[in-house]
């Protein structure tokens, strides 16, 4: 875990991280960047930076960029889809809070207007609550038919 000073330059951490992750060999390199919201433009720039730190140090990196969206935001999900993908080039979808009433009927439009793969879904608050995407029983709950 690499973290930096409150108030430090985000792509600053990125580049220490996979400097890190090179030297001591990981196979994988998790940047978890804090949530923000569309609207704040220099947040937004932000990732846009981070995304071209990475790009230089490997010109395969990113090989993914995860949205997570929350189920209760709804339809709003879709904007803000849109609006990532411009800024850090999403290329696949999270949506938590699905142990909720949210049934996540959204992840059906997301598909069909952006193409974009569905990694994981988040049914709870533990570790494991986090679920691979099985799309046949995410479609039966959106439709609201028992587990089979
Ligand atoms: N019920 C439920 N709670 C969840 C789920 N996923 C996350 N949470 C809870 O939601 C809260 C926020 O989760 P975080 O993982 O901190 O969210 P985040 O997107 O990283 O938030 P920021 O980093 O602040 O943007 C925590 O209390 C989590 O336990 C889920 O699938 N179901
Ligand atoms: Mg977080």
């Known amino acids: 875990m690499i973290a930096g000073k409150e108030g430090g330059d985000a792509a600053g951490i990125v580049f220490d991280g996979v400097k890190q992750a ?36 490997n010109p395969e990196a990113p090989h993914d960029v995860l949205l997570v969206l929350d189920a209760t935001t709804g339809q709003n999900a879709l904007a803000q889809v849109e609006v990532f993908r ?19 009927g959204v992840l059906v ?17 533990q570790a494991d609550d986090l679920r691979p995407f099985d799309a046949r029983a995410v479609a039966r709950a959106i439709a609201g038919l028992p587990p089979e």
């Open 22 to 57: 090179t030297a001591t060999g990981e196979d994988v390199l998790v940047v978890d960047t804090a949530g923000r919201l569309q609207n704040k433009s220099h947040l937004m720039d932000e990732l846009s930076k981070i995304r071209r730190v990475l790009g230089r140090l």
């Open 86 to 104: 411009e800024s850090a080039g999403v290329t696949g979808l999270i949506m938590t809070k699905l142990d909720g009433t949210a049934r996540g």
């Open 109 to 125: 439009a997301a598909a069909e207007k952006f193409g974009l793969p569905i990694h994981a879904i988040g049914v709870g608050e």
